[in-house]
C-alpha cells in the first residue's frame, strides 16, 4: 500500500467505507489530514463526494468534487500528487505533469454505490 501511494504518514489513505469501523475511521482520517471538525468531516463523506480520497483532496484544496475527482484520476488515485497537482499545476520544471490513471484507479474512484438492500 505504501508503494501504491495509498499512505499519508501512518494513515491509510485509501479507506473503503464499507461498514461502520471502516467509516468511523475514515472520518477520523478526514478529519487529521483535511484539519476539519466532526460536523464537516461527516458532510464532506457524505453523497456525492462519499469516497476517503475525494475528500481528502476537496478538504485539502478546497476544490469542487469534480476537480478533486479529475486530478485523482490524473495522479493515478494517489491523494498527495492530486494535492500537490492542485496546488501547482505546473511542477518545479514548468511543464503540466499528467498522468493516466489505471483502470482499477478510474473504476474505484467512478464506479456509482451499490444499491443497499
Do not use: W
Not at 501504491?4 to 467505507?17: D, E, H, K, W
Not at 485539502?60 to 491523494?79: E, F, H, K
Not at 492530486?82 to 505546473?90: R, S, T
Amino acid at each position: 500500500m505504501v508503494r501504491l501511494g495509498y499512505v499519508t504518514g501512518n494513515r491509510m489513505t485509501n479507506v473503503q467505507t464499507r461498514n461502520v469501523k471502516l467509516q468511523a475511521r475514515a472520518l477520523r482520517i478526514l478529519m487529521a489530514e483535511a484539519g476539519l471538525d466532526e460536523d464537516a468531516a461527516s458532510k464532506a463523506l457524505l453523497p456525492p463526494a462519499e469516497k476517503l480520497p475525494v475528500a481528502l483532496v476537496d478538504g485539502q484544496t478546497g476544490c469542487d468534487l469534480s476537480q478533486a475527482s479529475a486530478a485523482l484520476l490524473d495522479s493515478g488515485g494517489i491523494v498527495s500528487e492530486a494535492v500537490n497537482a492542485l496546488e501547482n499545476p505546473f511542477g518545479s520544471n514548468g511543464i503540466r505533469k499528467e498522468r493516466r490513471a489505471s483502470k482499477h484507479v478510474q473504476r474505484t474512484l467512478i464506479a456509482a454505490p451499490k444499491a443497499q438492500m
